[in-house]
């Protein structure tokens, strides 16, 4: 016998399991959540979407007890509840799977899922967790094995152990945050299959995700919040994409891909790469035209970002030539391209792009620092004078350049990086996945960015793995394989299919 609720349209949904009403939460004057809530149903997949700064963290930090409201309040299975710790959360059946995993990988995968609860016995053997943590495994189809070291695993190997660490508290609602944000397609796969086979048994899971074709894929509903507050439930099936992005950002965004070239022919050659040849690198050859966006399309290891950083000196050559403006570069080391007015956006821009413990302003003037300094000392004034008006010109969104850069969104962030090279009269532009991380809105101002420099003059080699983005804002797209360009494509003759035709084969 179903226990479910009949709906007005006659069908039979899944019992709430858990709602949270009017949660308000405040951190030193800033309103995180004003009134928002949230209410889930026993075995769904429900999408919980928003910019980056919309609440969705926090939302999730009150649900698990690592925050506490200010207000309103939390109904678990019919009754108030407070959680006061993430213990207390755990302990009634919610758990988190969090972005960065939390895993000792000196350990084996069964000594992760039940590191404390080994047993009562004072010595303690691993045959007992093992096991159970094979049980588990087959349970939901992993093919993992307890004994291996979380270390030697794949990253989505790693995100299995840490689902399965959570569902052996005998998790009720499982908690989702960007899980597949350094997950392949095979894996993401995988995890899907998973997320499946969890919710046929009965448990509910909240994903956080800004990838829109997964959250389309795999939620029942999705939940919007923006700005801090509840916008809209969605059933997932009956929406589309616009009119999710709609309800996230305010706005209507349009994705619709780029029908032809903005650079004519006789645009003039502002970089030329001849023979690039490296370990993983095989003989690239390409032209980069004034004011064209290049995009490099192709799967995991085709040698893309390789390709990056051998021309901005990162990694070193084994053979080939790189020209700027006809002239020929010796390129050994990043300080190289920098002089020769070549910047790189790193695809890690917390690692390689930004020091996180700087200012705004202090990220922006970085690369051009010589020309900051009078006498030894640094020119505050002119640093000021050229910091707000980048911070104008593009968008940044900080309460001022005095900012700590790690306290920015990632869109934001990677508008600083931006800001950095432009400072820095860089003509050349690598952006490595330059949305990578944030969310739609952000992307939008991350793309009209990158229209706008090109429009200026500036020269792009935009690096991406979402081939909506390259079809989006490429003139042409270079398509590499096993480090190969195996085709190189006008972007009226460019295609998913077509792309990913040249992507998967060798020449």
């Not at 780029?258 to 006789?266: A, C, Q, R």
């Not at 010589?370 to 910091?387: M, Q």
């Amino acid at each position: 016998m179903n226990s479910g609720i009949t709906a007005a349209n006659g069908t039979i949904e899944n019992p709430v399991i858990l709602e949270m009403k009017g949660i308000d939460k405040r951190f030193q004057g800033v309103h995180a959540l004003k009134k928002s809530h949230l209410e889930l149903r026993k075995g769904e997949i429900h999408a919980l979407v928003g910019e980056n700064g919309a609440g969705k963290s926090t939302m999730m930090k009150v649900l698990t007890g690592i925050y506490q409201a200010d207000e309103g309040e939390i109904i678990y299975n019919g009754e108030k509840v407070h959680f006061k710790n993430p213990k207390d959360a755990q302990t009634a059946g919610i758990a988190i799977v969090h972005q960065e995993l939390n895993l000792m990988n000196h350990l084996t995968a069964a000594q992760n899922i039940f590191i404390g609860r080994e047993g009562n016995s004072f010595f303690v053997t691993d045959d007992e967790i093992n096991v159970k943590t094979r049980r588990l495994f087959e349970r939901f189809k992993m093919k993992i094995d307890p004994t291996e070291k979380v270390g030697n695993l794949t990253v989505g190997k790693q995100q299995m152990v840490e689902i399965v660490k959570a569902i052996s508290f005998d998790a009720k609602i499982l908690i989702l945050d960007e899980p597949t944000a350094a997950l392949t397609k095979s894996e993401i796969v995988e995890l899907f299959d998973v997320m499946n086979d969890l919710k046929a048994h009965g448990v509910t899971m909240i994903y956080i995700s800004h990838r829109m074709d997964e959250i389309q894929t795999i939620s029942d509903r999705i939940t919007i919040m923006r700005d801090g507050e509840y916008v809209k439930t969605l059933v997932t099936k009956e929406t589309n994409l616009d009119e999710i992005i709609k309800a996230m950002v305010g706005r209507v965004i349009y994705i619709e891909p780029k029908t032809g070239s903005n650079i004519p022919d006789s645009a003039p050659v502002v970089l030329e790469v001849r023979g690039l040849t490296s370990r993983d690198v095989h003989d690239v050859s390409f032209d980069l035209r004034k004011g064209e966006i290049l995009g490099f399309a192709g799967l995991m290891g085709a040698g893309r970002t390789e390709t990056a950083r051998l021309i901005f000196g990162a990694d070193p050559i084994d053979s080939g030539e790189i020209y700027k403006d006809g002239k020929k570069l010796k390129i050994k080391a990043p300080v190289d391209a920098v002089r020769a007015g070549i910047g790189y956006l790193s695809e890690d821009r917390k690692r390689f792009g930004l020091a996180v413990d700087l200012s705004v302003s202090d990220n922006t003037v970085l690369a051009d620092l010589e020309n900051f300094t009078r006498k030894g000392f640094i020119d505050d004034r002119k640093v000021r004078e050229t910091c707000e008006t980048y911070v104008q010109k593009i968008n940044i969104k900080t309460p001022s350049i005095s900012q700590l850069i790690r306290n920015l969104s990632g869109g934001n962030q990677q508008k600083v990086i931006v800001a950095k090279w432009i400072v820095r009269n860089c003509d050349v532009l690598i952006f490595d996945e330059p949305t990578r991380g944030i969310d739609v809105g952000a992307k939008s101002e991350i793309y009209k960015l990158m229209t706008l420099l090109a429009e200026e003059g500036k020269s792009i080699i935009m690096i991406s793995s979402e081939l909506q983005e390259i079809l989006r804002m490429s003139d042409r797209v270079a398509c590499m394989c096993e480090g190969r360009i195996t085709k190189i494509l006008n972007i009226e003759d460019a295609s998913q299919e077509i792309i990913m035709k040249y992507a998967t084969r060798r020449n």
